[in-house]
C-alpha cells in the first residue's frame, strides 16, 4: 500500500502533461485549454494529490486569507452575502476570514489593511475610514460604500429600491406613509429617505417629520417605532410604514399585535432585504427583495480580479424585487 503523499510529478504522469501544466492549472486555469484542465483535474482525484497551500502562499508572498468587514453580525442578512462570498473564494484557495466592525476596535480594523494580514478586503461598512484603506491591499466594498475610496462596489439602487415601496403602498390607496430608518449618518440611510421621499413627491404626497422615525436597523428600534406609532392618535396615524430593514418591521408588527391591532387591516407593513425569516411570519412580510448570495458572489470576484492585477473600479448594480405578501393591503374604510 502506497503511504507516500502524491506529488504533482504524479498528477503530471497520470495526466500525460508536464509539470509546468499542472501547475498552470492550478494557479492560473484560463491559460490552458479546457480539455487539458479536464485532465490534470481527472488526475487529481485519481492520485488523490492535494495542493499545499500554506507553501504555495509562501512562494508568492502570500497569506491566503480574505477578511470580510461586517457591520454587526447578529444581523441576519449578512448570511447570505458571506456564504456567497465563501463559495467563490474557497473554489480559489482562499479562506475567508470574518471581523465584526462593531465589536473589533478600530485600530484592529485598521491593522487587517496591512499587507501581511489578509490578501484583499471585502468591506460591508460604508462608515470605515478611506484614508486607512488606501494603497494598502486591494479592497472590494458590497451593499454600502465608502465616500472616497476609489474600489469596485457592489450593490443595490437603494433610492430606487425605497421607490418601488412606496409605489406599491400608494397603488393600494395609502396616503399617509411612514418611514423606519437604518441611523443618521449611514449611507443606506440617506439614500432610503431620499428614496422614500422622492416616490411620494413624484405622487403628490409628503414624508411628514412626526412619520419619519430613526431607527438602527434591530428588532428593537422597530418596536420603538411601534410604540410611537401607537400614541398618536388613530385618525393620524400613517396607515402604511416602510421599513429601512426586515428586523425592524418584524419588531413593529410584533409590538402592534401585542396591543390588538392586525397588520394589515390596521396598518400595512413593507420591509426591506427579504431575510429568510420573513417569509414564515403571520402575515408573511411583504418586502424588498436583495440578490444577498449574488453580492457576496460578484464581491468576490471583483476582488480576486484585483488580485489579478486588474484595475477597474466600475460599479456594479444588482436589481432588485418587491415581493408582495399578506403584510399589505389597501387602507381601512
Not at 499545499?52 to 457591520?71: D, E, F, K, M, Q
Not at 416602510?242 to 391591532?261: K, N, T, W, Y
Request: charged fraction near 20%.
Amino acid at each position: 500500500m502506497r503511504t507516500n503523499r502524491p506529488k504533482i510529478s504524479d498528477v503530471a504522469r497520470v495526466a500525460g502533461v508536464s509539470t509546468a501544466t499542472v501547475s498552470r492549472v492550478l494557479s492560473n486555469p484560463d491559460l490552458v485549454s479546457s480539455d487539458t484542465r479536464e485532465a490534470v483535474q481527472e488526475a487529481i482525484r485519481a492520485t488523490g494529490y492535494r495542493l499545499n497551500l500554506a507553501a504555495r502562499n509562501l512562494r508568492h508572498r502570500r497569506t491566503g486569507s480574505i477578511v470580510a468587514l461586517v457591520p454587526n453580525l447578529a444581523n441576519p442578512f449578512f448570511s447570505e452575502i458571506l456564504s456567497g462570498i465563501a463559495a467563490v473564494l474557497g473554489e480559489a484557495g482562499y479562506n475567508l476570514l470574518v471581523a465584526d466592525t462593531c465589536r473589533t476596535s478600530a485600530q484592529a480594523l485598521i491593522d487587517y489593511a496591512e499587507p501581511g494580514r489578509a490578501d484583499g478586503l471585502i468591506a460591508l461598512d460604508g462608515r470605515l475610514p478611506a484614508e486607512e484603506l488606501k494603497g494598502k491591499v486591494p479592497v472590494v466594498v458590497a451593499c454600502e460604500w465608502i465616500p472616497g475610496l476609489a474600489a469596485p462596489r457592489v450593490k443595490i439602487d437603494n433610492r430606487a429600491a425605497a421607490g418601488l415601496a412606496i409605489d406599491h403602498l400608494v397603488a393600494l390607496g395609502h396616503r399617509r406613509i411612514g418611514h423606519v430608518s437604518g441611523p443618521r449618518g449611514n449611507v443606506l440611510t440617506e439614500a432610503r429617505i431620499a428614496g422614500t421621499q422622492d416616490a411620494l413627491a413624484a405622487q403628490g404626497l409628503l414624508l411628514a417629520p412626526a412619520d419619519l422615525h430613526i431607527g438602527d436597523f434591530s428588532l428593537s428600534s422597530g418596536r420603538e417605532a411601534a410604540v410611537t406609532w401607537l400614541a398618536q392618535p388613530a385618525a393620524t396615524r400613517p396607515t402604511a410604514m416602510f421599513f429601512a430593514s426586515d428586523p425592524m418591521a418584524c419588531g413593529f408588527i410584533g409590538e402592534v399585535q401585542r396591543h390588538g391591532l392586525k397588520v394589515p387591516e390596521d396598518v400595512s407593513v413593507v420591509g426591506f432585504d427579504d431575510i429568510e425569516l420573513v417569509a414564515h411570519m403571520s402575515p408573511p412580510l411583504t418586502t424588498i427583495r436583495q440578490p444577498r448570495h449574488d453580492i457576496g458572489r460578484l464581491a468576490a470576484e471583483r476582488l480576486l480580479a484585483r488580485l489579478k492585477g486588474e484595475t477597474a473600479m466600475d460599479d456594479t448594480l444588482l436589481p432588485v424585487d418587491l415581493v408582495v405578501r399578506g403584510s399589505t393591503a389597501a387602507p381601512a374604510a
